[in-house]
């Protein structure tokens, strides 16, 4: 859509520049027809852009003359002849030593050859009448005093006159460029691939001259922009968003568990909101997401509870959720706790998960969901503003705890352990609770010389000594060999052997002194 734009300095051409110029200059020369655009509909009373047809008729006629072309490009009253009378003048030159600049809204610099007393912005769409949207500066004086509604097409610009009467085949481009389709059993309907299916969300864009609604979902809007963008480029008009509605249509709530309820999708569109996406303030995802914050406001506003995920109502069912979520059995045990309980709705529209449904309660629930994994200590792990991203996390460190509390529980207790028994008891506790992985850390550690037998026997009965022979003597290894059996049954076998397997242990590495677990 093109807009006022502003002349600024002088500068010395570029050739690059200089050759475009000539060159569009010259086709002009050769054809006329060029310069003014068609006329489609009704005009207005004293047309403009019939007087620039017969103005550019006659200047044609004097091409040859320059006297004549230089008189034209001072003193005719049509801008458009005026400005073609001054580019005709340009096509006659060889060299352009300086160049004029326009800067449009967008920041777009476009440069133009200065001729007589033509308006600089027909100028500069003449001089580039090639490019389909540069050229709707040549109109721009009459779209601005006459209300003159312009379409750029590929082969040149068509003028309806008063009202927008888009052409057929602007229409047509246009709905190409969009994604859309006609339907073939009603042609004022255009939709995207997937509107038909009646599962997405769309917005719908009535085109009211061409008379056609055209329905396009999320996957196939402008990732970034508006869609609207890629027809108003192409137009000049007062005010082309006066041609256009725009709504969005939610698609239904589908159904999941018994008690599953309907819901009705967003109020219409407000005034003020479709405006903005209109005269694009608002980008496509900007429009789509207020009417689905509008759509999760309503559902929230009820009571007790209802959990609406993505586009399925789940009622109060929780294993529903977490099955079509793909829940691990540490997410089931977290929803259950947080939403068994939970009074109020649960609206996750966009891109739903565990983590996000979650986060949703996080504030009034996360506490409860906590301790339920791993009791008061896990319960301290409580953030209010914890997000989705850092959810996962804090699960995992209060299923950890969990862990250690199951393995504390399960395992003998001591007030008091001699050195060489407190290390392969702490080896053996830290793989019971947290793995393989954290033990291995544990003994990379340079260790004491009483220690590095049983260090060593730990990683053989874990399959990891290999990789670290380099560390130990001939005197570890036959130490380690000596007691590998019950440093096995200390790190796997059941727990009411573990007393056992770690008295046994301590008496093969010598140790002289006796201890007993407290319970």
Not at 210 to 237: K, Q
């Amino acid at each position: 859509m093109a807009r006022k734009a502003r002349r600024s300095s002088i500068r010395s051409a570029g050739r690059a520049e200089e050759a475009v110029i000539l060159a569009h200059a010259r086709a002009l020369l050769d054809h006329p027809e060029r310069a003014v655009p068609r006329c489609e509909g009704g005009c207005v009373l004293f047309s403009p852009i019939k007087a620039a047809e017969k103005a550019v008729r006659r200047i044609h006629a004097h091409r040859e003359d320059a006297a004549k072309l230089q008189k034209a490009a001072r003193r005719e009253g049509n801008r458009i002849a005026r400005g073609y009378a001054a580019t005709l003048l340009v096509a006659s030159e060889t060299k352009l030593a300086y160049l004029a600049n326009l800067k449009l809204p967008t920041g777009t610099v476009v440069s133009y050859a200065l001729r007589g007393k033509a308006t600089p912005h027909v100028l500069a769409g003449l001089q580039h009448h090639t490019d389909r949207e540069l050229r709707l500066l040549s109109v721009f004086p009459y779209v601005k005093r006459r209300g003159l509604h312009v379409y750029s097409l590929e082969d040149g610009l068509v003028c309806t006159g008063a009202k927008p009467r888009p052409p057929a085949a602007f229409v047509d481009e246009k709905l190409d460029a969009l994604g859309a389709r006609r339907d073939a059993a009603n042609p004022a309907l255009a939709r995207c691939p997937h509107a038909a299916a009646g599962d997405r969300d769309l917005v719908v864009l009535t085109w009211k001259s061409a008379g056609v609604a055209i329905e396009l979902c999320e996957d196939c809007l402008d990732d970034e922009g508006n869609s609207l963008a890629e027809v108003y480029v192409h137009v000049s008009m007062p005010s082309p968003w006066k041609d256009w509605r725009a709504e969005v249509r939610l698609a239904p709530l589908a159904k999941a568990g018994a008690r599953a309820g309907d819901a009705a999708p967003a109020a219409s569109t407000p005034r003020d909101v479709e405006e903005r996406y209109l005269k694009l303030g608002l980008n496509d995802a900007a429009f789509l997401a207020d009417a689905r914050s509008r759509l999760a406001a309503t559902l929230e506003a009820g009571s007790g509870l209802r959990i609406v995920a993505g586009r399925t109502d789940y009622g109060r069912d929780v294993d529903a959720l977490a099955t079509a979520l793909d829940a691990t059995p540490l997410e089931r045990h977290a929803l259950a706790a947080a939403l068994d309980d939970h009074t109020k709705p649960v609206v996750v529209l966009d891109r739903p998960s565990v983590a996000r449904v979650l986060e949703a309660v996080w504030p009034e629930r996360g506490r409860a969901a906590l301790a339920a994994i791993g009791g008061e200590e896990a319960a301290k792990l409580h953030r209010a503003e914890s997000t989705a991203a850092e959810i996962p996390d804090v699960l995992r460190r209060a299923d950890a705890l969990a862990g250690r509390a199951r393995v504390e529980a399960a395992l003998p207790r001591y007030a008091a352990l001699p050195p060489l028994p407190a290390f392969a008891d702490k080896a053996a506790r830290l793989y019971r609770a947290k793995g393989r992985d954290d033990l291995l850390r544990f003994l990379a550690g340079d260790r004491p010389a009483k220690e590095r037998a049983v260090a060593l026997a730990f990683l053989k009965a874990l399959g990891a000594a290999q990789t670290q022979a380099w560390r130990f003597s001939g005197l570890d290894e036959d130490g380690a060999n000596f007691v590998l059996e019950p440093a096995r049954d200390l790190l796997e076998g059941p727990p009411e052997n573990y007393h056992r397997a770690l008295a046994e242990l301590s008496r093969r590495a010598g140790v002289i002194e006796t201890f007993e677990p407290v319970r």
